[in-house]
Nanobody, 123 residues
Framework: VQLQASGGGLVQTGDSLRLSCAASRRTFSNNPVGWFRQAPGKGRDFVATISWRGGTTYYSDSVKGRFTISRGNHENMVYLQMNNLRPEDTAVYYC?????????????????WGQGTQVTVSS
């Protein structure tokens, strides 16, 4: 089972990016999927998560109102729309599928991880 995150890049403050997360098979059709990020020298922080049906979403306070997580029409796709990007959003972004059915913000509840995609926001 592999998850592939893509869509990162170098942008300027105020720009937008959309990250995509694809599973090699229908890994998370019944599991919540989350996005996390890790800046240099820091731990992996929760960004957003979505329930397996898509009806429940949670966001960190730092991205609430700017980022939107969604599931695609294909059961193995999840997206993170990032608007009004700031330099402090610079990090490697990872998608992950939770091991259970609970929609959780705890990184320890996620056991399937992608390789990450770099997002750099210049000031």
């Amino acid at each position: 089972v592999q998850l592939q995150a893509s869509g990162g890049g170098l942008v300027q403050t105020g720009d937008s990016l959309r990250l995509s997360c694809a599973a090699s098979r229908r890994t998370f059709s019944n599991n919540p999927v989350g996005w996390f990020r890790q800046a240099p020298g820091k731990g992996r922080d929760f960004v957003a998560t979505i329930s397996w049906r898509g009806g429940t979403t949670y966001y960190s306070d730092s991205v609430k109102g700017r980022f939107t997580i969604s599931r695609g029409n294909h059961e193995n796709m999840v997206y993170l729309q990032m608007n009004n990007l700031r330099p402090e959003d610079t990090a490697v972004y990872y998608c992950a599928a939770a091991r259970g059915s609970k929609t959780t913000t705890d990184v320890r509840d996620y056991n399937y991880w992608g390789q990450g995609t770099q997002v750099t926001v210049s000031s």
